[in-house]
């Protein structure tokens, strides 16, 4: 049967992750360390898990409101307030399933046909198919390495046009790890200011940052009116499978996103919920020990991997936040999905073509530090013999 006519022509063109199919890859291959999942290595601290079973227990199993159970929806905004100096009230969040829905909701609920979104590229690799299926066209700004692979407020004025909706800021970024620090988040958002624009700014990382405590958009002068700040609990709390994330916007945006996430969602799965709320309180009670730990190996990780890839003749600037390194590999020759396929084959440790990310990302490559330090060890003893291999 021909399915040519029932297929919606947006969805058809997206192509697939270029991560989740180095995945399929690594899963066949016993031999295989892969430095491709963006995921923390850490198990969801006992406390949190406890608290969800405990919810089970005492049967919070139904429906919560749309908007999420109430504690969590005023816990994460304590929460934002005591760590970023964000204010926002119980009543301008949404707890979503993962950041991935908040993503979505905020296309979705922004966008009319031929709107445009400027994206940083590289950057995450689900922005430009949202903004595809909200309708919208997505318009990158490469990230050089000359900019420190980061947007300008020249590269960012060039791509604005009278389409031009929203800005989608991702940092700490994923796959470079680079962060704004606030002088350079002013002169962007002077730009987003002057053109009357949106911020989409996707803060998952926010709370790993290596040197530097992370600033938040929506604390820019000007900018809370014109955010919709997006993070959740999968990365600093190791809740990857959980699923719980959260938005917070204006009123006027947020109750936009609510209706689609009322028709589409209903609400995040209950006990994820107790889960992350757990997960604040017992944060805010010993000053965030377990974020704090993590973030600590996460450093002493990035910088044992930065020093061995630039040892072995592969550049690789520092990454400031997120747990991610994105060296240049074209040194060798190659570009990353030339570099990735044959590292898996000849050496088989996985890493991610940067392409997936965006073009500008053609002659690098995504490694992840997020896994076990002897994995990472001989990880990069064997990247090491692939490079000089080839030199």
């Not at 929506?218 to 809370?224: E, T």
């Not at 947020?254 to 209706?259: A, T």
């Amino acid at each position: 049967m021909n399915y040519d006519r029932f297929l919606g022509k947006t969805a058809r063109a997206i192509p697939p992750s270029g991560i989740r199919r180095f995945f399929g890859i690594v899963e066949d291959d016993p031999d295989a360390i892969s430095l491709g999942v963006g995921e923390p290595d850490f198990v969801t601290p006992w406390e949190i898990r406890d608290a969800a079973i405990k919810s089970i227990q005492k049967g919070y199993t139904a429906y919560s409101s749309n908007s999420g159970i109430k504690p969590l929806r005023a816990e994460i905004a304590e929460y934002l307030d005591a760590r970023f100096g964000v204010r926002y009230s119980p009543d301008e969040v949404i707890v979503t399933i993962g950041a991935s829905e908040a993503i979505d909701l905020s296309l979705r609920a922004l966008l009319n046909a031929g709107d445009e979104v400027i994206v940083p590229d590289p950057s995450y690799v689900s922005y430009c198919p949202a903004i595809a299926l909200a309708g919208g066209v997505a318009v990158p700004v490469a990230c050089t390495p000359e900019s420190g692979l980061k947007p300008t407020p020249q590269t960012l004025e060039r791509a604005i046009t009278p389409k031009t909706k929203a800005v989608i800021l991702p940092y700490p970024n994923n796959p470079t790890g680079t962060v704004l620090t606030r002088e350079e988040l002013n002169t962007l958002c002077e730009v987003i200011i002057r053109h009357n624009l949106i911020a989409i700014s996707d803060e998952i990382y926010a709370e790993l940052t290596y040197d530097a405590v992370h600033t938040s958009v929506a604390a820019i002068n000007g900018m809370r009116e014109r955010t919709v700040l997006i993070s959740g609990f999968s990365k600093a709390f190791a809740m990857t499978g959980w699923r719980v994330g959260y938005v917070c916007a204006p009123a006027e945006i947020l109750s936009v996103m609510l209706k689609i996430h009322q028709y589409t969602i209903m609400c995040a799965p209950t006990m994820g919920q107790y889960a992350a709320l757990a997960a604040l309180t017992a944060g805010k009670a010993d000053g965030y020990a377990a974020v704090e730990d993590m973030r600590n190996k996460y450093d002493m990780r990035r910088r044992y991997v930065v020093e061995s890839l630039n040892d072995m003749g592969l550049h690789c600037p520092t990454p400031h936040g997120a747990f991610y390194v994105f060296p240049y590999v074209g040194s060798l020759g190659m570009t990353g999905e030339e570099f990735a396929e044959t590292l898996l084959r000849e050496q088989h440790v996985a890493v991610v073509p940067g392409d997936a990310f965006g073009e500008a990302g053609k002659y690098h490559v995504r490694c992840s530090y997020a896994t076990g330090m002897p994995q990472l060890k001989e990880a990069m003893r064997r990247m090491r013999e692939f490079a000089v291999a080839r030199k």
